[in-house]
């Protein structure tokens, strides 16, 4: 009768359970440490109207989106969560506070060249704050404190927020009179690391034309280096020569002297001038975040200040400030890297209870008790030998296991198996539960990723 | 600059964020009571190869699917969670453990014509257990259990599960000789309630060309009522006429009687033979949830046992159990009737700070602090006068609003404001976060629905 081999799409992340429970750890922690600095959900939907989302013209993502029609009406599947956001802030702008926080934690379309590690549907985990007219770099400055904790709950400690204000970089150009070339020079720059610094020179006056003190100034000044206080005070050598450049270096400098207060240990901020983000709308602070043991992954959560989030539907001045963390591929990169913790529980229960009488109302009874209790309890009842029940529990990791026979239920106890000790107890049924609790909370201990 | 007017497509749910909230927390509850029955979370893409989703024919569903092509692919967006369940266990059989229990709660697209209450995408919330080969009867009982505990922790009691069993309908048509004219005659009988009896026996003998005896044979049974057990004793009378008759009274009779031990009171649940599920595909227990005051509503949660999870991809038996729960229309009806709790907390903050001294460092650390005890705070740090501030906190309805100045913090106390007592307090910030934990406690205590 079967008449199609199933498949799923290439470029399309479907995971087994255990995979399964572990990205849904991650969530929600995402969730919790979002909420704990006032931001609130949002769902858009996933199809918005070509011309809407369009508005803008997408630009390189353009050709991957998808785009069809159904019936007269011109669809795409959101690409990003920023665009939609642009739509529904100036959508209900009147129904909106502002500033106002919201965090989406929601799947994105784009039809890539389907490679390894490159995804078509993926989860973004965004958080912005957008002011109604004007809005205060402190938010920049609370913005490393959600990235600092969000990683460590997941388990990190070797990571690195770097941070720079492109407002310094900006004005450092405006400086040399190199405004209209700063997208050009930055993108010559930032192949310092690949090809040296002297090839970067000889572009910078070859290719782009400009003098050797000019190209003598912008290598010096990348070059910057040190602590955040180190690169402040040598920052502080220019102030005085352009208004935007002194802005952005106060600006940075609120954000680096808050940092303690909002509990962000030195060591996993850095000020790094090379840090530009592409994206033209970044007008202050711009953040990625690195793994220091694995910088081949690049940016793991970047985001940025930008002043104008929905010029194109709205007059209103909305700037804001937010963040992104792309789940899905840092998800997909710390399995391949072997960085999600295997100790924790992936089992669809915490218990299993193995009923070994004809009647089964004790043995539903008793579920029905630890299921009060908050306990992820199941029943093995079907027609199977001992040994494949076991054997069920054993598969799934199911790390405990309830025995019930008659000499139990007339006793009042369970006999009570700890899967990982393999040891067995006869317990009354609420002892049996504080010491499951008491197991689980040990098992649950560590954190998803290992740091 | 402007140049599009923003909107979201109609058929499409966007809400604003205290709505959210309330469907985060549906939502949430939803997880819990599944998980506590040992079911794991699965999330499989909205997009599937359109040959692969449309294996079997979409039937009626087929001229709203989303289809279009990306490349020379061929595509379409699941219409329910049930077909790609089919392909996934299908797909990863080797990898599961049987039986398969797993949850979903996600994104389907239908597109149907737009009207009020009508969604083209809403989540639906689906359990199911898959048995490889066979699966016990129990799987049937556990059900309503699961039923039970959800729309309960919701906050719901006037509620009632109504049960029927495919078996027992077939069964009960085959010994009258009517198997071929039996979906015929459902369809019939099923709109008892509409056009009356008579009319309905018209049918019967008319169209269908019954005999009287054969009319009166089912308007009799289908007009067995009573207690649960009435009934039961009532189908008792037909037994030994039919095999499959038998079997179905004795299944019925089994999740009847385990109801107890799976905690479901009696007046939560009813045999109800007018109870068939229109899909084909159910061969056991059917299931279906309607809300006592509001019959209009239709049923909130269905399903039922089927036989044949996966026939068009695999050769493999898998027969299941599952239920559904259309959670955008549920949400959109209980706020139509007012039934969302209002007295529960929606707003993004718990705590807002309002720094009343330049250095913000004191304000920023007790955030730290606070949240770190889970308290999800906000701090007003706009440039806004006094009133403004005070108002961004009424409107958001955050409950507590901790003031910090020059006076507060050499006492090294907070002034703590109960937003909806409208009393302030000095105490330490460890007497405020008890203070305000507590007073949240009592917030939260309500339930989402209002029963």
Redesign the interface.
Known sequence: ?????????SG??????PA??Q??RIMEILRTTY???????????????S??LL?KGGGDTEKQI??????D?D?SLRFDLTVPL???V???YN???F?F??YQIG?V?R?ERAQRGRF??FYQADIDII?DG???V??EA?VP?IIY?VFSKLGLSRFQIRVNNRKILNGFYAMLGLTQQSGDIMRTVDKLDKIGTEKVAGLLTGELGLTMEQADEILKFIAITGTNQEVLTALEGYRGRHELFDLGLTELSTVAG?LG???VPEENFAVDLTIARGLDYYTGTVYETTLLDHPEIGSVCSGGRYDNL??????KQLPGVGISIGLTRLFYVLGEQNLLNPALPTA??DVLILPMTED??PA??LA?EL??T??????Q???KKFKQKMS?AD??SIPYLILLGEDEISAGVVACKDMNAGTQEKLSPADAIAHIQAGLAKLNEGSVILG
Chains 1, 2 share one sequence.
């Not at 199609?4 to 799409?9: A, C, G, I, N, Y």
């Not at 998808?66 to 019936?71: D, H, L, P, V």
């Not at 908050?374 to 029943?379: C, H, K, P």
């Open positions: 009768m079967a008449t199609m081999t199933p498949r799923t799409l399309f992340m479907e995971l087994l359970p399964q429970q990205l849904e909420s704990c600095y006032g931001f609130t959900p949002l769902d858009t939907p996933a199809i918005e109207a011309e809407v508005a998808y785009r069809f029609t159904k019936g009406t669809l642009a739509k529904y100036a959508l209900h129904d909106l506070v500033p926080r919201r799947k379309y039809g078509r549907e002011g004007k809005l205060s402190l938010n609370e404190a904790q808050y207060d909002f509990g929905a010029e194109y539907y709205t007059n669809p229960a089964l109302s539903i009874a029905t299921r009060n908050g306990l992820r309890t199941q029943i009842w079907e027609e069920y598969k799934l």
